[in-house]
């Protein structure tokens, strides 16, 4: 019966060789520099991707998109120049427009 410890070996590898967005503020600090840039950019697009459906989103999705957003920006800040100063721009228009859309959605419109 080897199956069980190969089930582990799998959940093991599925768990710390390859982690999700939950579990990169638990990472080693010997794969922080690997997965930090594919990091930032796939949860900002993520994020400004739910920008065309905002007012589908529910308040408290909404507010978990503010907090996203919020995460996001120091490791935006801690790009180039010039590329941090497009994204920045990008994100906290994306902010805006949840926050609007909570605003609206709190004020019953």
Not at 83 to 97: A, G, P, Q, W
Request: glycine fraction near 4%; proline fraction near 6%; hydrophobic fraction near 40%.
């Amino acid at each position: 019966m080897r199956a069980p410890g190969f089930i582990v070996m799998v959940l093991f590898a599925v768990m710390f060789l390859m982690p999700g967005k939950q579990m990169m503020d638990h990472l080693p600090s010997f794969y922080a520099p690997a997965y930090a840039e594919d990091y930032w950019k796939t949860e900002f697009d993520d994020l400004c991707s739910r920008t065309q459906d905002v007012m589908a989103f529910t308040p408290e999705e909404l507010k978990g998109f503010i907090q996203r957003c919020d995460k996001l920006k120091p490791m935006i800040t801690k790009l180039g120049e010039s590329e941090s100063k497009v994204y920045l721009k990008r994100l906290d228009l994306c902010r805006n427009l949840f926050s609007y859309a909570l605003e609206v959605k709190a004020n019953g419109k």
